[in-house]
């Protein structure tokens, strides 16, 4: 399955409301994940299941969607939301990521 | 507090064999509860998942790769391990092992990961 982000890459300030689509190449029902990888650093597990908080995430991060189509969305912008941010489908294996979207702040 | 290690050469010659151990601390790879992923980012790319193993014996690869990997385990040791075989300066990259969980969901996700160590193929 194939996955594809938009856009990339994308420039905001401090404050801003931020979406990040993520595209399936076939339904993957609710298996979409994001993470937020910062240069140097283990991904970090950001939103499962399309639309589940993961312990411990700021909750100015969610997520929406379902089958093909899903959205990472991050209202209030804060400075060390700068990183690349990932979606990822667990339907099936492979596991396939999506390319990547550099969120520049 | 659960904690994954990668650890190997970070230097491997062309058509050699690239090796890597991950070690779990604080929880244990037999439990059943968990997937055990290798997954890598050459510089400048994305994120590519390389294949699992899971406590029954089972493994899973990636299609691209599945000629050259093997990823075995040490339950005695509470490590799972990498070989990548006749690698070329594609391989180059950093390399992940991550834990896949599903948190009482219908669905898994990779909920643990570690730091990542950098393999360079070149002579």
């Known amino acids: 399955i194939q996955m594809t982000q938009s856009p990339s890459p994308l420039s905001a300030s401090v404050g801003d409301r931020v979406r990040i689509t993520c595209r399936a190449s076939?339904?993957?029902?609710?298996?979409l994940n994001w993470y937020q990888h910062k240069p140097g650093k283990a991904p970090k597990l950001l939103i499962y299941?399309?639309?589940t908080l993961q312990d411990g995430v700021p909750s100015r991060f969610s997520g929406s969607g379902s089958g093909t189509d899903f959205t990472l969305s991050i209202t209030d912008l804060h400075p060390e939301d700068s990183a690349t941010y990932y979606c990822?489908?667990?339907?099936?294996?492979?596991?396939?990521f999506g390319q990547g979207t550099k969120v520049e702040i | 507090q659960v904690q994954l290690q990668e650890s190997g050469p970070g230097l491997v010659k062309p058509s050699q064999t690239l090796s890597l151990t991950c070690s779990v601390s604080?929880?244990?790879?037999?439990?059943?509860?968990?997937?055990w992923s290798w997954i890598r980012q050459p510089a400048g790319k994305g994120l590519e998942w390389i294949g699992r193993?899971?406590?029954?014996?089972?493994?899973n690869y990636s299609p691209s790769l599945e000629s050259r990997v093997t990823i075995s385990v040490d339950t005695s040791k509470n490590q799972f391990a990498l070989n990548l075989t006749s690698v070329t300066a594609a391989d180059t990259a950093v390399y992940y092992c991550?834990?896949?969980?599903?948190?009482?969901?219908?669905?898994?996700?990779?909920?643990?990961w570690g730091r990542g160590t950098l393999v360079t193929v070149s002579s």
């Open positions: 991550a834990r896949e969980g599903r948190g009482g969901t219908l669905w898994w996700h990779f909920d643990l």
């Open positions: 604080g929880d244990s790879i037999s439990s059943g509860r968990y997937y």
């Open positions: 193993f899971y406590s029954s014996g089972g493994t």
């Open positions: 076939e339904s993957v029902r609710s298996s």
């Open positions: 299941s399309a639309t």
């Open positions: 990822q489908q667990s339907y099936n294996t492979p596991r396939t």
